[in-house]
């Protein structure tokens, strides 16, 4: 019963200074007494997921406004692998989602719901997304609780943490499968157009918008040409009426940033009535330009892509 206590306090210390012991930055042991009264010593391991492949934005370091600070921030999107740990990185519910630390120090993990403000639900226990906050002016850190063991809620500096987040993953695939089946369905699409399309032209999905509100919320195909500027949202198979909303928010993000989409197209295998219907009262609505939105649906087929095939 003792050492059972003291391999899950060793597994705790070692996923909170992971970062730390791993470097080689702090080397942590635990000195404890047996049963039988023999004192012994443990050396702490740094607590790693077991991951089975990065997804985009992969691993990468850059930097990142926080509430008009600037701080270097390490990230790596991974889909998890269930680990042969006691507690952490198990691919479930309690383990997977965001986890952020402050100069290589845990100091929140299992983070979703905050950021995406859906359920957490067990399709999403692939996800596993690392972000390590680096500064040496503490002030330009999110705000910790007195304990210094979490992040104090409602912090500005969190909240644009969570906004970067989203612009990377507007919202999570409910598997791994589906993140590799629509990002490789528009790298199809963007593909077919740099052919199809003549030049000069612009097709990438990597253009971020609200830029000049410094924030970067990702577009999942761009494509711009000579007379003429489309966007895209899109799903691998059916959308909902919050995909149509995320497309909405694509445009107004442009908008702002001084970009001037002329047509905004959501794309899937399918559309739902609530969508098609949904899609009529928005294309009445106008911008902050005071100009109607012009956005339509359509299927991968009929954009040039094979899917579902027969």
Same mark, same amino acid.
């Given at each position: 019963?003792i050492?059972?206590?003291v391999e899950?306090?060793?597994?705790? &210390?070692?996923?909170i200074y992971?970062?730390?012991?791993?470097?080689?930055?702090?080397t &942590?042991s635990?000195?404890?007494?047996?049963?039988?009264?023999?004192?012994?010593n443990k050396?702490v391991?740094?607590?790693?997921?077991?991951?089975?492949?990065? #997804?985009?934005p992969?691993?990468?370091?850059t930097?990142?406004?926080?509430?008009?600070?600037?701080?270097?921030v390490?990230?790596?999107?991974?889909?998890?692998?269930?680990?042969?740990?006691?507690?952490y990185?198990?691919?479930?519910?309690?383990?997977s989602?965001?986890e952020?630390?402050?100069?290589?120090?845990?100091?929140?993990?299992?983070?979703?719901k905050? #950021?995406w403000?859906i359920?957490?639900?067990?399709?999403?226990?692939?996800?596993?997304?690392?972000?390590? #906050?680096?500064?040496?002016k503490?002030?330009?850190?999110?705000?910790?609780?007195t304990s210094?063991?979490?992040?104090?809620?409602? $912090?500005?500096?969190?909240?644009?943490?969570?906004?970067?987040i989203?612009?990377?993953?507007?919202?999570?695939?409910?598997?791994s499968?589906? #993140?590799?089946?629509?990002?490789?369905?528009?790298?199809?699409?963007?593909?077919?157009?740099?052919?199809?399309?003549?030049?000069?032209?612009?097709?990438?999905?990597?253009?971020?918008?609200?830029?000049? &509100?410094?924030?970067?919320?990702?577009?999942?195909?761009?494509?711009?040409?000579?007379?003429?500027?489309?966007?895209?949202?899109?799903?691998?198979?059916?959308?909902?009426?919050?995909?149509?909303?995320?497309l909405?928010?694509y445009?107004?993000?442009c908008?702002?940033?001084?970009?001037?989409?002329?047509?905004?197209?959501?794309?899937a295998?399918?559309?739902?009535?609530?969508?098609?219907?949904?899609?009529?009262?928005?294309?009445?609505m106008? $911008?902050?330009?005071?100009?109607?939105?012009?956005?339509?649906?359509k299927t991968w087929?009929?954009e040039?892509i094979?899917?579902?095939?027969?």
């Amino acid at each position: 019963m003792i050492w059972e206590k003291v391999e899950y306090l060793i597994e705790d &210390i070692g996923f909170i200074y992971s970062n730390l012991i791993k470097d080689d930055i702090a080397t &942590i042991s635990v000195v404890y007494t047996d049963i039988k009264g023999n004192i012994k010593n443990k050396n702490v391991k740094s607590v790693e997921p077991d991951f089975e492949k990065y #997804i985009s934005p992969w691993e990468w370091t850059t930097k990142v406004n926080l509430d008009g600070q600037e701080v270097t921030v390490n990230y790596k999107f991974w889909v998890m692998r269930d680990s042969e740990n006691k507690k952490y990185y198990k691919r479930n519910m309690s383990t997977s989602g965001v986890e952020i630390r402050l100069n290589g120090r845990a100091i929140a993990t299992n983070i979703f719901k905050e #950021i995406w403000w859906i359920e957490k639900h067990n399709s999403y226990n692939y996800l596993l997304i690392i972000i390590n #906050i680096i500064s040496d002016k503490s002030e330009h850190l999110p705000t910790t609780r007195t304990s210094k063991n979490g992040i104090r809620k409602w $912090d500005k500096k969190l909240e644009d943490l969570f906004e970067w987040i989203r612009g990377h993953i507007n919202i999570p695939s409910k598997s791994s499968r589906d #993140i590799d089946h629509e990002v490789d369905l528009f790298e199809k699409l963007k593909d077919l157009k740099l052919r199809q399309l003549p030049d000069p032209k612009t097709i990438t999905t990597e253009q971020n918008v609200f830029r000049e &509100i410094k924030e970067r919320i990702r577009i999942d195909l761009y494509q711009k040409t000579k007379d003429d500027l489309t966007i895209y949202e899109g799903k691998k198979d059916s959308t909902s009426v919050q995909d149509l909303y995320q497309l909405k928010m694509y445009w107004d993000g442009c908008v702002i940033d001084g970009i001037n989409p002329k047509t905004g197209i959501l794309i899937a295998s399918s559309h739902p009535e609530s969508v098609k219907s949904l899609i009529k009262y928005v294309n009445q609505m106008r $911008d902050s330009n005071g100009n109607n939105y012009n956005l339509e649906i359509k299927t991968w087929k009929e954009e040039g892509i094979d899917y579902p095939a027969i």
